[in-house]
Structure formats: C-alpha cells, structure tokens
C-alpha cells in the first residue's frame, strides 16, 4: 500500500518523510523512486501469498534506472548516497516491503565496489596492490550502474560465534587459474533472481579477517545452486533462502583477494563493515508508515452503526491511535539520527560510537515498528486479520525487522559493553579463530 499524500504536500516525495531536508538532486533520485512505487504496488499482494519474489520488479526497478541508485555518475550510476538508499528503501516499502528489502541487499552489494577504491584513496595499499584492487572494485560499479545488472550480496551464514556479529565459514581455496568456493551462504535476498551473487568467503590461508575476501560470482557458475526455500512468516517474497557453493570456479579477474582488504575497507567505512545498514531497517519504518495509514482512513471512515461517528473516535481507540503514532516517530527519530551519524561531514562522533549507536538503534526501530502494527490489529479489529490485508502482511513482514541480523536484546548487551569496556568488538570474524 503506498503512502497517499494531502494536497498541500503533493510535490515532496515518499521518501523524504524519512530524509526530510533533501537536496534538490537527492530529489530527483527520490521522484525515479516514486515512479516504480504503483507497479510495486499492484503485485504486492501476491507475492506475499505465493512466497516468490515478483521477476516484473527486476525489469521495473532496471528500467528507472535505480539497480545503479548508490553507484557514482563515472559508472553509470545515479550517484546517490546513504540519505538516497534510505528514503528509496522506506518509500519502496510503502508499497512492497519485500521488494525493498530485496533491494537494499542488490544495492548494499556497491560497497563491495565503493570501499576498496576508498581504501586506494586512503593510500592503504601497496603500490603493486592498487591495479587489482581497483579493477575489481570498478567492475562491482560497472555491473550495477553501466550494465544494469542485478547484484545480490551474500555474507551471512547460519554458523554463529561469540565473537563476531557475521561468522565466515565458507572456504576460498587456490586453484590454476582461480579459486574453488565451498560454503553455504543462509541468507541473501535474490536467490535465484540476480544475475550476480557478491560472496564473503575465508582463504584457506589463514583464519582472522586479514583472510576474507570478496569473489563476484554469475549466477549461472557451475557449482551454484539455490538452498531448499523456506516458508516464513513474513518477508515472504524477498528469496531469501540462500546459496550452495560446492566447488564453484572463480576466475581470477573476478576476486579480490588481496591480504587484508576486508580490513582496509572496514577502516574506510563510515559505520560498521557495509555502511549503510540503517537503509534496511527504513524498509521496516516504511511498511510501518503503510500499516499506519491504513489504520487511520479505516478508523476515520469506519462509523458505529446507525450513526456518523468515526470508530476511531472512542477512549479505546484514540489511546492505540496515540501509542501507534508515538512508536512511529520513536523508530523516525531513531533513523534520523543514525543516518546523520553516517553522513555527518565533519563527524559528530568516533566511529565506534557511531556503530555502537547502530547497534541499539536497530533493535529499537525493529521494536517500535512492529508495535505499530500491534496497535493497529487491535484498534481495527477482526475485519483486518485476512492474511492477505494490509494489516496482517504488516505485522508479519514487520515481525521480521525482531530477528534481522540479531535480536534488540543482544544490540543493547554490545552496545553497553563497548560503552564500559571501549571494545566495539568484531564485525566479521571465522570459524578459525578470532578476529
């Protein structure tokens, strides 16, 4: 259900609800995002109820030019930054929370290109590294934003450690030529759908993060294959369910491997390794914004019968109405402020702060999210609790934002331990040993 505006706001954007002081370019990259937002829109609801993820969305989103939204001008892209990815992300779930998802994992992928040419820049690397460094970052931008290319970007995997948020074990080892790839990766949206996946794996030369690389992967690879599919709760149409790697052969021109990268991009990073996960939780904040509005014109045009008197008028109601608007601009305020902690020039705080803020942030926009949706199940009633209305898809696409990554509970818990001990701890660590 996309955002409907009032007359006397018709000429902002969806998006800038979230970034509300965009620059007149920024604008513009906000209107290419409006105009898909219908198309988005009308297929919304089947893909919710069939659980596959709507293949008219890569042709609409491509065709408006947005698959190179976060990648510079000189590649083809639109040159937009985190301000833009977050309001696209946000407006883009107003009408297809999990087109939107799926889209900031394609768009999250331009760090794989952005961070290695910063870290170039940064003159963090040897003379005789940066040609390789280089080629491989500008080919990640040119497939995003030259050829339009759909881009999935794949790190998670299901093993867990204590001692980093991301657990690489999948394997990268040397062969004539290139690299073998071994692992399963257990989540990334675009399983099945991008026409690249962007991997996270560990040299089998060592087991810290010095070790991982990055390898960019068609889809099409021999030894590429798509996990068994999985029937969740919400979210459903986001084709999430992951990627085999048995043996798959990377080229390569197409791999970055060289010592230490990972870390060099992580130091080059405005807030944690990828840098613009506050996008991905706008998704949650804009399918929020959907679920409210929708409360507010059924409880505004809904009477008691036999009268004229809105339902919405009632002590019981007025007070979910007032918790669900508070939980709104709680999780609107919470964005805001990480989005100008990442954006800020010059800084407003030290980086690890900034990635510390982050971690308690996301929990409580996930939090706030998901009780707005709460709040409307209960103020309107059992005539909103078909699966496929916008109420039910709300509460249980935004059920999801509680498990995205991690748990609030343990974003509170790493939060306070870098406040009291001054160790922000590992973003990406492996199986070997720690980081």
């Known amino acids: 259900m996309a955002v409907s505006m009032s007359n006397d706001t018709q000429r902002r954007t969806t998006g800038e609800m979230l970034v509300e002081d965009m620059t007149d370019a920024e604008r513009e990259r906000a209107r290419q995002v409006d105009s898909v937002l219908p198309a ?44 833009d990815l977050a309001a696209a992300t946000f407006a883009m779930a107003t009408a297809c929370a999990s087109t939107s998802l799926a889209y900031f994992f394609q768009c999250s992928g331009s760090s794989r290109g952005l961070l290695p040419l910063k870290a170039v820049e940064a003159g963090l690397f040897a003379a005789d590294e940066v040609p390789v460094v280089t080629a491989f970052g500008e080919k990640v931008l040119r497939r995003m934003g030259t050829e339009g290319r759909w881009v999935a970007n794949f790190a998670s995997e299901s093993v867990r450690t204590k001692d980093a948020a991301v657990t690489i074990a999948t394997e990268a080892t040397r062969t004539t030529g290139g690299w073998l790839i071994n692992g399963v990766k257990s989540f990334g949206c675009a399983t099945g759908v991008a026409d690249d996946y962007l991997v996270t794996a560990k040299l089998d030369s060592g087991d810290t993060a010095e070790h991982l690389a990055v390898f960019l992967i068609p889809q099409d690879t021999p030894g590429v294959s798509e996990r068994a599919r999985w029937d969740a709760v919400g979210m459903r149409a986001t084709a999430t369910h992951g990627i085999v790697l048995d043996n798959a052969f990377v080229p390569d021109h197409n791999a970055l491997t060289v010592p230490a990268t990972f870390v060099k991009m992580t130091k080059v990073s405005r807030g944690s390794f990828v840098g613009n996960q506050v996008a991905l939780s706008s998704v949650y904040i804009g399918a929020a914004q959907a679920v409210h509005d929708y409360a507010m014109q059924f409880l505004r045009t809904t009477t008691y019968h036999g009268t004229a008197e809105p339902i919405g008028g009632s002590d019981v109601h007025r007070q979910l109405i007032g918790k669900m608007r508070a939980h709104l601009d709680t999780a609107y305020l919470w964005a805001r402020r990480q989005i100008r902690l990442e954006t800020a020039d010059p800084e407003i705080i030290p980086k690890d702060d900034v990635i510390a803020n982050w971690r308690i942030a996301k929990g409580e926009i996930a939090d706030n999210c998901f009780s707005v949706a709460v709040c409307a199940l209960k103020a309107c009633g059992t005539g909103n609790t078909g699966m496929g209305g916008p109420i039910s898809r709300g509460l249980r696409d935004l059920s999801m934002g509680l498990v995205q990554g991690f748990p609030a509970e343990r974003g509170r818990l790493e939060a306070a331990s870098y406040y009291v001990h001054g160790n922000e701890g590992a973003q990406f660590g492996t199986t070997g040993g720690k980081t």
């Open 40 to 83: 988005l829109a009308d297929r919304a609801i089947e893909a919710d109820r069939s659980g596959e993820f709507p293949l008219e969305h890569v042709r609409t989103i491509s065709d408006a030019g947005l698959l190179g939204l976060t990648v510079p001008a000189t590649y083809g892209g639109l040159g937009g930054g985190l301000r």
